[in-house]
C-alpha cells in the first residue's frame, strides 16, 4: 500500500475514534493500543483493568461491569475490534476480540498523544517502560523465555500501573513490589485469550525469600492497589497473609492458577473486595473464612465446596450476600453436601448468573451429592445458568419454566442427563441461547422439537448427543 493510501487510511480509522461517544468509550479504546498484533485479548481481564484504572465507573443504574460489557459490544459494532479466532457467531457469546494492525498504529498515535502509555522507538510500536513522566508502565521482553526483573532506576513510587504484556518469566524482588506506593493496578497474569500462554513467577534466593510466592509478601504496601491479577501464573502455591493489608482492593483475579493450595484462612478484612476468581485452581484445598461478610462482593468464581472442615463458609451462607450477581461453584472430589443444602442457593436473590460443576467425585459422597442434586433449587431473578457434568438423568426440580421466567441463557455440558422434559406441559422457556454438549446419554431432540420448547431462542449449539447431531447457528 502506497503512502499517500496508508494515510486516507489511517484519517478514516482516526474520523471513526472522533465520532465515537463520550471520553468513557475513548479511553477505553485507546488502551488497546499496548497488545501486541494478531494476539486474541480475553475480555474479562480487559474489563477488570478498565475498572481498576478507573475508566469505567458504577453508576444508580448500572455497575461498571456490565458498562465494561457494553462498551466492548460498543466497540465490536463499530468494527474497531472483531470477535477472536474461532468464537461463535454471536455477539453475546464472544470472549475476546483482536484488532486490525492499521486500527493499532492510529490507536498507538493517540494513546502517546493522550500521554496514557510511551512507546518505545527501540522496540517500534511496543509500549515502554523507563519513562518516569508516564504513570503507566508495561513489562515487554523481545525474548519470551529470558526472565525479566523489574528494570532498575524505574520511578516505581509514582506508578499507577504496571501491565504485564508478554514477559513469561517474572522476576519480582519484594522490595521492588513495595517500592510500588501508589500503583492501583498490577496486571501480572494472563490477558491472552490461549490457556496455554505460560507465565512463572521467579525468585532470588539473594533477597531471602525462600519460594516464588515469598516474593509476593511485597504486596501488603500497596494502599491504593484496586485491581491485582495474578492470573494463569504458575509457580505460587499459596498466598501470603500480607495481601489482607490491600485495604483498597476491589478485584483479585487468581483464575487458572494451577499450583495454588491455599489462600489465606479468613478474608473479611478485604471489605472492599467485589470481583474473586479462584476459577480453574484445580489443587486449591478449601474456601477462607469470612467469604459472607464481604458485602461489596458482586462476582465469586471458583467457590469449592469440599470437605465440612475445609468449606467454612456454606452455599446457605451466601444469601447475605445482598450484591451477589455472579457466582460459580465447583464440588471438588471430596465434597460434602449437607442435606438441604443446595435449595439454599434459591435464597441467594440478587443472583443473575450461576455456573455449577461437577468433579469427579469419589464413591463415599456420590450417593448422597446424586441425591442432593436432583433438589437444585435456583434463584428466581436468574438470567444464566450454566450446568457442567450434572451426574443425575433428570433435570434438577428447581429447573422449570414456571421457576425461572427471566431465565436467558442455558448451558449443560457433560454429565448423566438423558432428558429434558420438565414435566410442566403448559409452560414454555424463555431462553434466547441454549447450548447442550457431550450429553451421551441424551438423544438428540432436533432442532424443531427445541424450538418448540424454547420458541423464543435466537441462537443454539448443539453437539456430541447420544445420535450424533450437530447444530450450531443462530436460529
Keep these: 500500500m502506497g503512502k499517500e493510501k496508508e494515510s486516507d487510511v489511517i484519517a478514516n480509522i482516526r474520523r471513526s475514534y472522533e465520532d465515537l461517544d463520550g471520553t468513557e468509550l475513548k479511553v477505553c479504546l485507546l488502551s488497546l493500543s499496548i497488545f501486541p498484533e494478531n494476539n486474541a485479548i480475553k475480555k474479562r481481564p480487559l474489563i477488570y483493568w478498565w475498572i481498576g484504572e478507573g475508566f469505567i465507573t458504577s453508576t444508580k443504574e448500572k455497575r461498571a461491569e456490565e458498562i465494561g460489557e457494553e462498551i466492548f459490544e460498543k466497540l465490536m459494532r463499530k468494527d474497531l475490534i472483531q470477535p477472536g479466532e474461532g468464537e461463535p457467531n454471536c455477539e453475546l457469546l464472544v470472549k475476546s476480540c483482536t484488532m486490525h494492525p492499521w486500527i493499532r498504529r492510529m490507536l498507538i498515535s493517540l494513546a502517546s498523544e493522550a500521554r496514557l502509555f510511551h512507546f518505545d522507538s527501540i522496540w517500534p510500536m511496543m509500549p515502554s517502560y523507563s519513562i518516569p513522566t508516564w504513570r503507566r508502565a508495561c513489562l515487554v521482553s523481545k525474548d519470551p523465555v529470558k526472565v525479566e526483573p523489574i528494570p532498575e532506576g524505574a520511578e516505581l513510587n509514582t506508578l499507577l500501573t504496571l501491565f504485564n504484556v508478554n514477559v513469561q518469566y517474572l522476576d519480582l524482588e519484594q522490595k521492588r513490589l513495595e517500592e510500588l506506593k501508589k500503583v492501583e493496578v498490577l496486571q501480572l497474569g494472563r490477558w491472552q485469550n490461549s490457556p496455554t500462554h505460560h507465565i512463572e513467577l521467579e525468585h532470588r534466593r539473594s533477597v531471602g525469600a525462600s519460594s516464588a510466592e515469598?516474593?509476593?509478601?511485597?504486596?501488603?504496601?500497596?494502599?491504593?492497589?484496586?485491581?491485582?491479577?495474578?492470573?494463569?501464573?504458575?509457580?505460587?502455591?499459596?498466598?501470603?497473609?500480607?495481601?489482607?493489608?490491600?485495604?483498597?482492593?476491589?478485584?483479585?483475579?487468581?483464575?487458572?492458577?494451577?499450583?495454588?493450595?491455599?489462600?489465606?484462612?479468613?478474608?473479611?478484612?478485604?471489605?472492599?473486595?467485589?470481583?474473586?476468581?479462584?476459577?480453574?485452581?484445580?489443587?486449591?484445598?478449601?474456601?477462607?473464612?469470612?467469604?459472607?461478610?464481604?458485602?461489596?462482593?458482586?462476582?465469586?468464581?471458583?467457590?469449592?465446596?469440599?470437605?465440612?472442615?475445609?468449606?467454612?463458609?456454606?452455599?446457605?451462607?451466601?444469601?447475605?450476600?445482598?450484591?451477589?450477581?455472579?457466582?460459580?461453584?465447583?464440588?471438588?472430589?471430596?465434597?460434602?453436601?449437607?442435606?438441604?443444602e443446595f435449595t439454599k442457593l434459591e435464597g441467594v436473590s440478587s443472583l443473575r448468573h450461576l455456573k455449577i460443576s461437577w468433579g469427579v467425585l469419589s464413591s463415599n459422597f456420590k450417593k448422597d451429592i446424586d441425591k442432593e442434586s436432583g433438589k437444585l433449587s435456583?434463584?428466581?431473578?436468574?438470567?444464566?445458568?450454566?450446568?457442567?457434568?450434572?451426574?443425575?438423568?433428570?433435570?434438577?426440580?428447581?429447573?422449570?419454566?414456571?421457576?425461572?421466567?427471566?431465565?436467558?441463557?442455558?448451558?449443560?455440558?457433560?454429565?448423566?442427563?438423558?432428558?429434558?422434559?420438565?414435566?410442566?406441559?403448559?409452560?414454555?422457556?424463555?431462553?434466547?441461547?441454549?447450548?447442550?454438549?457431550?450429553?451421551?446419554?441424551?438423544?438428540?431432540?432436533?432442532?424443531?422439537?427445541?424450538?418448540?420448547?424454547?420458541?423464543?431462542?435466537?441462537?443454539?449449539?448443539?453437539?456430541?448427543?447420544?445420535?450424533?447431531?450437530?447444530?450450531?447457528?443462530?436460529?
Design 378 to 475: 435456583f434463584p428466581s431473578n436468574l438470567e444464566k445458568l450454566d450446568l457442567q457434568g450434572l451426574p443425575i438423568s433428570n433435570l434438577p426440580e428447581g429447573l422449570k419454566p414456571s421457576k425461572l421466567k427471566k431465565l436467558k441463557k442455558l448451558y449443560i455440558m457433560g454429565g448423566e442427563l438423558n432428558s429434558l422434559s420438565h414435566g410442566e406441559t403448559n409452560e414454555h422457556w424463555k431462553v434466547e441461547i441454549l447450548r447442550l454438549h457431550f450429553l451421551k446419554k441424551l438423544k438428540s431432540p432436533g432442532l424443531e422439537r427445541l424450538k418448540r420448547e424454547f420458541p423464543c431462542m435466537q441462537y443454539c449449539a448443539v453437539s456430541k448427543l447420544l445420535v450424533d447431531e450437530q447444530n450450531n447457528a443462530p436460529i
Design 214 to 340: 515469598g516474593i509476593l509478601n511485597g504486596l501488603g504496601a500497596q494502599k491504593y492497589l484496586k485491581y491485582l491479577s495474578l492470573r494463569g501464573i504458575s509457580r505460587i502455591t499459596q498466598l501470603p497473609d500480607s495481601i489482607l493489608s490491600l485495604i483498597s482492593l476491589e478485584i483479585l483475579d487468581l483464575r487458572a492458577c494451577h499450583d495454588l493450595e491455599r489462600l489465606p484462612s479468613d478474608i473479611s478484612s478485604l471489605k472492599k473486595l467485589t470481583h474473586l476468581d479462584v476459577s480453574e485452581c484445580f489443587l486449591l484445598e478449601g474456601m477462607p473464612k469470612g467469604l459472607q461478610k464481604l458485602a461489596s462482593l458482586q462476582v465469586l468464581k471458583g467457590f469449592l465446596i469440599g470437605t465440612l472442615k475445609k468449606t467454612p463458609c456454606r452455599l446457605g451462607e451466601l444469601a447475605k450476600l445482598k450484591n451477589l450477581r455472579r457466582l460459580s461453584i465447583h464440588l471438588g472430589n471430596e465434597a460434602s453436601v449437607q442435606q438441604g
